[in-house]
């Protein structure tokens, strides 16, 4: 396994995703709010410090996997960009994650909170098809 800095441009998706959410009227708006609260992040008052925090994680992953190389990071730019889509977003939080699973840092609160909200983009998309709307509960 080979582990790398993703793009800022995946950052900053799942960002603006996660803004838009916690800023909206997604049902996923309280729970987002609250589990990045958890990890001291406001995303509604400062969106910087989420991308800034996932980027520190990447960092830390890449280090983790190669301690013997000098790796300097380039500088991270948190830019907003439109909102992607439920689908894109879990898609490039799931390339994230993935990026920074080296160590023990899948164990540390900030990934497990990312995970959990993976969990609930997952969920979200899943209880939007049809096929699950007329699937038999009971």
């Known amino acids: ?80 960009v439109s909102c992607p889509t439920d689908i894109q977003a879990y898609k490039l939080l799931q390339c994230w994650l993935y990026q920074c699973n080296e160590g023990d840092i899948s164990q540390t609160d900030f990934y497990q909170t990312m995970d959990k909200i993976l969990r609930w983009i997952g969920e979200k998309i899943i209880y939007s098809l049809p096929e699950y709307q007329k699937a038999y509960w009971g």
């Open 1 to 80: 396994m080979s582990t790398f800095l993703v793009n800022q441009e995946t950052i900053n998706k799942v960002v603006s995703y996660l803004f838009f959410t916690a800023a909206g009227d997604s049902p996923l708006r309280g729970p987002v709010d609250r589990a990045l609260k958890s990890v001291d992040i406001n995303i509604i008052s400062d969106a910087t410090d989420l991308s800034v925090a996932m980027y520190g994680l990447n960092v830390a992953a890449v280090r983790t996997r190669y301690p013997d190389k000098s790796f300097m990071p380039p500088k991270f730019v948190y830019v907003s």
